[in-house]
């Protein structure tokens, strides 16, 4: 076992050797300084970028990013990773084939069959038909969107860690959610952080909103395998569970449950 809570020179992370969300050939990654797996993934606090671990750990990053080619070369896929930074030295914990939205594996299966590191015919292999489904989503009109921000409709920004878009009312518990979904309602789960305890409400929800934790949190990978919208790690939402409500930081604007 290693240690990634062992000072300032120590660290945790995981991610993704592509973007898996869009399908981006971008190394997206996520770390904390001082910390072990669990705090990472867990929701409880939110992640650093992996690419500001370059002005913390030089030699780290780069080692990851070596990591990150020599991963896809061998396994001929997106990667998941997981990886742990002891007193400045690297070591890489285990890796898998990384979950991805619909649209990410298109545009991977694609992207490697031009790299040269697959067929065609493995590429088409790759893609599940039940998750084609993903891609016909509905999303926001880009140029209703632009007017909306321009009119300060805006209220808050997250990370994009599920496609698409949602429109619903507002629960913030998960059998709330499961209730009113009964009911043939649309909902939107909104949750400091979510759970496994979470999974039927956030079956039932069209979207799930949290305050706390990045793409590689339990509500964005659980989100991004159910096809669900997710935005997470929006980090100035502030919710009053007894209350029932979510305000935003330097906003006057209360959001009840049922809103």
């Known amino acids: 076992m290693v240690f990634g809570n062992k000072g300032d020179t120590s660290g945790t992370g995981v991610g993704f050797t592509r973007d898996a969300g869009t399908g981006e050939n971008t190394f997206y990654a996520e770390f904390l300084m001082n910390a072990q797996g ?13 690419n500001e671990l370059e002005a913390i750990d030089p030699k780290s990053y780069a080692g990851l990013i070596d990591l990150r080619k020599l991963l896809e070369r061998e396994y001929k896929d997106m990667m998941d990773i997981e990886f742990t930074i002891e ?6 914990l285990q890796c898998r084939v990384g979950k991805r ?16 590191l697959i067929t065609s015919r493995e590429a088409l292999t790759r893609i599940d038909p039940a998750t084609i489904s ?16 321009d009119g300060k409709q805006l209220l808050a920004k997250g990370l994009a860690a599920g496609p698409g878009a949602a429109t619903g009312q507002v629960v913030f518990h998960a059998e709330d959610a499961e209730e009113e979904y009964k009911k043939g309602k649309k909902i939107i789960l909104v949750r400091q952080e979510t759970s496994p ?5 956030m079956n039932a929800s069209e979207g799930i909103l949290t305050a706390r934790g990045g793409m590689t949190s339990h509500a964005a990978l659980v989100a991004r395998q159910m096809g669900k919208v997710c935005v997470a790690g929006c980090g100035t939402l502030q919710i009053d ?16 449950k049922g809103d």
Not at 197 to 201: A, P
Request: no cysteine; net charge positive.
């Open 87 to 92: 007193e400045g030295k690297l070591y890489l």
């Open 101 to 116: 939205t619909a649209r990410a594996g298109m545009k991977v299966a694609v992207d490697l069959v031009g790299e040269g």
């Open 241 to 256: 569970y007894k209350k029932g409500t979510m305000s935003i930081e330097d906003s006057k604007e209360v959001i009840k």
């Open 134 to 149: 993903q891609l016909l989503r509905p999303v926001f009109d880009t140029e209703q969107k632009k007017k909306a921000i």
């Open 197 to 201: 305890e979470d999974l039927k409400g």
């Open 38 to 50: 669990e705090d990472v993934v867990a929701g409880t606090r939110t992640p650093l970028k992996i």
